[in-house]
């Protein structure tokens, strides 16, 4: 499974951002995404990689950091393998590398329990 992030760039305070998290594989079939969990992560400079929030591929549910509740919203489109992260009302305590994962089984709020990972997109914001 490889997974493409993208959409990241800068935003000032109160403004919006969409990224994407777009998934391929030689054998990662639309009926196969069913079996995923897909979640978002950040990563600010020296501190520890938190959860965001995360999505249900089969069953569409959804689970948010408190920190982004309200703000964010995580979706998918089926037909292209691909999950969002819409990001309202940002903070400069947004700022940070935002990273796609994927696991098989339901998601998680825990990185460590995630196997594939996408390259990151630097999402920052100005006060």
């Known amino acids: 499974v490889q997974l493409q992030a993208s959409g990241g760039g800068l935003a000032q305070t109160g403004g919006s951002l969409r990224l994407s998290c777009a998934a391929s594989g030689g054998t990662f079939s639309s009926s196969q995404m069913s079996w995923y969990g897909m979640g978002w992560f950040r990563q600010a400079p020296g501190k520890e990689r938190e959860f965001v929030a995360a999505?249900?591929?089969?069953?569409?549910?959804?689970n948010y950091a408190d920190s982004v509740k309200d703000r964010f919203s995580i979706s998918k489109n089926n037909a292209k393998n691909t999950v969002y992260l819409q990001m309202n009302s940002l903070k400069p305590e947004d700022t940070a590398v935002y990273y796609c994962?994927?696991?098989?089984?339901?998601?998680?709020?825990?990185?460590?329990?995630?196997?594939?990972w996408g390259q990151g997109t630097q999402v920052t914001v100005s006060s």
């Open positions: 999505i249900s591929w089969s069953t569409g549910s959804t």
């Open positions: 994962a994927s696991r098989e089984g339901t998601y998680s709020k825990f990185a460590a329990n995630y196997d594939y």
